[in-house]
């Protein structure tokens, strides 16, 4: 599968990423929860509806309404014992010093007694419902044991990781630094993918466009019977250094062949990945998948001829097969400059920026402001105080959200219908919802399934790391790079309880 990776300004996991990583996971974890909140409110819902209803109804022995008869002391102050383990990173000096990547020992069991508090506040016997506060406290046990193990000392060291400074800052500045941390992280995603789509996308359609014409001047097309298709096939085959001089050629194009009729469909129109996304050679992010994917090979081949409809027993025929297709789709992919940096002086940066977002912008110096200017480019990110601030949310989703369609206007030296126009290109991206349903991005082109959009994105990029670009994202509770370690000492950690 195609693995391609979107960078942003952080560290990649490949130096020092592991560190976070174990806490990031749990992280994640725990943002899935926020995620789907909705979900776990019906759960917990369900979970007290059925305590009331197995006996817990608030009503004495003699059937008066007296909830202290079920909801008595024993629930009101509750008390237990927990054992907790860590991970501590045992090579601590090796870490700090860069010489080596951390190892973990497991300690523990650390064992407390919890006790839960609780205080009725109205229980509702029309609804069945119990309105209630609680809190915990803890105090450490030095004799309790956990499964024959005993209660590791209080005052054991453990070394661990802090959480990003950015993150607390911007945790900081309460819900509104949340809020805008969240737009400023979802317009670095839609930067990545902007880039994406003038590097890979749009060299990808004008690919697809190519074959798609090829076929066409063939004689073929969606409703032919195929014969064409397989000749430009064939004529690609023939062009690879495989079909030796020639003398290799594909497999018959008649009855139960690999490269039959029904194959051709698949391969030039109809493939999918099984999410709605059109994967073929004719759609549009046919070639960019397949040219992604790489050249044929034992782990390669058997994947792609399963997903674009060739796979079969003989390996010999759908290794030709396969030879044929990803030399269509990845001589022309690259021929159509697939796979470019993106800056000022790429090629046709004019024409790819038109072809992913609808917008013609014929002035090169517009176009460049729009893409690189160093503080409202929709490409490039400043610092303010260390927070990396994406050019697009001062240039463009400010003044969208505030309703100062002009003050874009004046930034991008652009007329009011190409500001909409550019609108309902980036901001989808980003996911608002200002400019409709957030953009899908189809996640087969990093070797994954599905779609993604912005918000998928962030609950995942702010507690583990970026899954497009394999990176910490500035913003998020873990970047590798910036991994610290916390002494826990018996003395400077108070353990409260009643």
């Keep these: 599968m195609p693995m391609f990776r979107f960078g942003v300004t952080s560290e990649t996991m490949a130096n020092n990423g592991n560190i976070a990583l174990s806490v990031g996971v749990i992280l994640l974890l725990v943002n899935v929860g926020v995620g789907a909140s909705g979900v776990l409110d019906g759960v917990i819902e369900g979970s007290v509806e059925e305590t009331v209803n197995d006996g817990y109804d608030g ?8 909830y202290t008869a ?19 990173v045992s090579n601590l000096d090796e870490v700090l010093a860069g010489t080596a990547e951390p190892t973990y020992e497991r300690v523990g069991p650390f064992i407390y007694y919890e006790n839960t508090t609780r205080e009725v506040l109205e229980y509702d016997y029309e609804e069945g419902s119990i309105t209630y506060s609680g809190y915990e406290t803890f105090e450490w046990c ?11 000392s209080g005052d054991t060291v453990v070394n661990q990781i802090n959480i990003l400074w950015n993150t607390q800052r911007i945790a900081g500045m309460g819900r509104g630094g949340i809020e805008y941390g969240e737009i400023f992280a979802k317009a670095m995603f839609a930067a990545q993918m902007i880039e994406f789509d003038l590097s890979n996308r749009a060299p990808s359609m004008w690919a697809s466009d190519d074959i798609a014409a090829m076929a066409s ?6 409703f032919g019977n195929m014969s064409a298709e397989y000749a430009v096939l064939s004529d690609s085959y023939n062009a690879t250094d495989h079909a030796n001089g020639g003398d290799s050629e594909l497999p018959n194009f008649e009855g ?6 029904s194959a051709m469909k698949s391969i030039f ?12 050679l004719t759609c549009d992010i046919g070639p960019v998948l397949i040219a992604g994917m790489g050249a044929p090979s034992e782990t390669v081949t058997p994947v792609r001829a399963a997903l674009l409809g060739y796979a079969g027993d003989d390996w010999l025929d759908s290794d030709e097969i396969d030879w044929a297709v990803y030399s269509l789709a990845a001589s022309l992919f690259v021929a159509n400059g697939g796979g470019a940096e993106i800056n000022s002086e790429t090629p046709q940066l004019r024409e790819r920026f038109a072809e992913v977002s609808g917008l013609t912008i014929p002035v090169p110096d517009t176009l460049d402001n729009l893409l690189f200017n160093e503080s409202v480019g929709l490409l490039t990110s400043f610092e303010i105080g260390g ?9 463009l989703l400010l003044p969208l959200q505030d309703g100062d369609i002009m003050g874009a206007m004046e930034t991008y030296s652009l007329p009011l219908p190409s500001i909409i126009s550019l609108a309902d290109y980036v901001e989808p991206w980003v996911g608002l919802g200002i400019r ?7 996640l087969i082109l990093v070797g994954s399934t599905g779609t993604m959009v912005s918000d998928q994105w962030w609950l995942t990029a702010f507690g583990d790391y970026d899954p497009l670009g394999g990176t910490y994202i500035p913003i998020g509770l873990n970047r590798g790079g910036f991994c610290w370690y916390v002494k826990f000492i018996h003395g400077k950690i108070r353990f409260h309880s009643k």
């Design 59 to 66: 009503l004495d022995d003699d059937g008066n309404q007296d």
């Design 70 to 88: 079920d909801f008595d002391d024993d629930w009101i102050n509750s008390s237990g014992t927990k054992a907790y383990f860590a991970n501590s």
């Design 269 to 280: 129109y109809y493939a999918n990945d099984g999410y709605g996304n059109c994967i073929a």
């Design 142 to 152: 030095g004799d309790c044991t956990w499964e024959g193990e005993e209660s590791v």
């Design 256 to 261: 139960m062949s690999l490269a039959n009729s």
């Design 387 to 395: 927070i990396p601030l994406p050019g697009m949310v001062i240039g």
């Design 217 to 222: 001047a063939a004689g073929g097309g969606k």
């Design 436 to 442: 409709g349903n957030p953009t899908e991005f189809e």
